[in-house]
């Protein structure tokens, strides 16, 4: 017997009923608000082609990495999930049989926030109103799987329907940026915008780091011998994305470690990374120049600096070799940022021209590190709760212990950072919910004024991620 799949409206919302009153009252104003995801990891493709997507598989499982890591963590193999190998060996490629896996195994997601997502994927996009099981799996696809062969669920139509104001995507120094140009040839009114994401050419430890600053300057015409021509070769990128609708970098370094290192020292750094391979400290130290490298280089262009540090990357060294980076295995280390931002800030954090925002997986740094730093430094801003933060608990602690020292207006709003298309909508709407019943505690204990809340929950929803990005 199939089970009911019902979205409740109070979702999310206090549970004490005048509480709970008020979160209704704010979220009616910002449930409608356009979404600004001024961070994230669509592919631009799906826009420049606008064509239909391939199958359900395609659309929710084998690019969001939420659920597949914990798919494999049960033992469900990524061969038997369709996601693609480095070397291009074969995996299932039946999307139905993928997708039977998946609903065998849907009980999994239980109590976590991608059931959510999903459930209102399920509920919201395509109207199906029984929960995913085994045995609803079909049923499930059929219905899905209709759906994507119409208009209404390609590409553009969704970013429509979902009223997106504006999508950055996240693109690599070497990348050509056609997708980008296409978009913009096209004629279309949706706004989707790159980021500049150099890790590729500013990290020593990544294998091909030497191979890559090569391409980087023959890409740009400048002489990869020279650090002079190296720091002109990501101007011109940087020129290359803004053209394309830039307004960001990004950065996810193992830490927040900043340098300012004498031109001598630098120069003589870069040669020896540049020609050979570098220590763990010289990488660091590189890595800690080049990050007030670009927050001299974003004051000069205006481009928003984040900084995603505290993750150790791909630490499943087998699916790695097999699958490649992001593939789940990304897991949270210990941050500190007070004196690693140091140098950084010693010469740039006193510039409101430069906007650099901070996340962290670390939550024991919000409120003894980020917050008071966020607080204090004009150039500093706070990103929401991101990777496994995002979640409902997640951003309630971000609010518990961020708020009374940074306030309201030091941090970005919300972004949704996701790979997977639909789930851009259902994470708005679960931090829109969870920053309105915050709001509303505040309000029904006297801590803020019921219209202040109002002003402040439109500001979380919207104003706040497109004032900070600059959109």
């Not at 597949?68 to 995996?91: H, K, N």
């Not at 140091?342 to 409120?367: A, H, M, W």
């Not at 991101?386 to 020292?405: A, K």
Request: with cysteine; glycine share 6%.
């Amino acid at each position: 017997m199939t089970k009911p799949l019902r979205l409740h409206p109070d979702r999310l919302f206090p549970s004490d009923p005048r509480t709970r009153d008020i979160a209704r009252a704010l979220y009616a104003t910002v449930k409608h608000l356009p979404i600004i995801s001024p961070h994230g990891h669509t592919d631009p493709r799906w826009f420049a082609n606008d064509a239909p997507f391939a199958n359900p598989a395609e659309l929710l499982i084998v690019p969001d990495h939420y659920v597949f890591r914990m798919l494999y963590s049960q033992g469900v193999q990524l061969d038997e999930l369709g996601v693609p190998t480095v070397d291009g060996s074969a995996t299932e490629s039946d999307p139905r049989a993928i997708w039977r896996h998946f609903a065998a195994h849907y009980h999994l997601f239980r109590g976590t926030p991608s059931r959510m997502w999903l459930d209102w994927v399920f509920a919201e996009a395509f109207g199906i109103d029984v929960r995913l099981e085994p045995d609803t799996a079909d049923h499930y696809y059929d219905i899905i799987d209709a759906a994507l062969k119409t208009d209404a669920f390609r590409p553009r139509a969704l970013f429509e329907r979902y009223n997106i104001e504006v999508i950055a995507t996240t693109e690599g120094p070497l990348d050509p940026l056609d997708h980008h140009r296409a978009i913009r040839a096209s004629g279309w009114s949706g706004k989707v915008v790159t980021a500049y994401r150099p890790d590729p050419v500013l990290d020593p430890d990544d294998p091909r780091f030497i191979d890559n600053v090569q391409r980087f300057c023959a890409m740009t015409g400048e002489d990869a011998g020279s650090f002079a021509g190296y720091l002109r070769a990501h101007e011109k990128r940087r020129a290359d994305f803004r053209e394309a609708g830039a307004t960001s970098t990004d950065h996810g370094h193992p830490s927040a470690f900043t340098a300012n290192l004498p031109r001598g020292e630098i120069e003589a750094l870069y040669a020896k990374i540049t020609t050979g391979p570098a220590t763990r400290a010289e990488a660091e130290l590189f890595r800690g120049h080049m990050l007030t490298e670009m927050a001299r280089m974003s004051i000069a262009d205006g481009m928003v600096m984040q900084l995603h540090p505290g993750v150790h990357r791909s630490h499943n060294i087998a699916v790695l070799d097999r699958f490649g980076k992001d593939k789940g295995g990304d897991i949270p280390t210990a941050g500190e940022f007070v004196q690693a931002l140091k140098p950084l800030l010693d010469l740039y954090g006193n510039d409101p021209r430069l906007t650099l925002i901070l996340f962290t997986l670390d939550e024991d740094v919000y409120s003894r590190e980020l917050a008071p730093l966020a607080g204090h430094y004009p150039a500093l801003r706070l990103g929401p709760p991101w990777w496994f933060n995002d979640s409902p608990e997640g951003m309630r602690r971000f609010r518990e212990r961020t708020t009374e020292t940074a306030g309201f207006y030091n941090m970005v709003g919300f972004n949704d950072d996701t790979r997977a298309f639909l789930s851009i909508p259902a994470r708005h709407d679960m931090a829109r919910r969870m920053d309105c019943g915050w709001l509303a505690q505040l309000v029904a204990e006297h801590r803020l004024e019921e219209d202040e809340a109002f002003e402040v929950a439109r500001a979380l929803a919207y104003d706040l991620a497109k004032q900070a990005y600059k959109l």
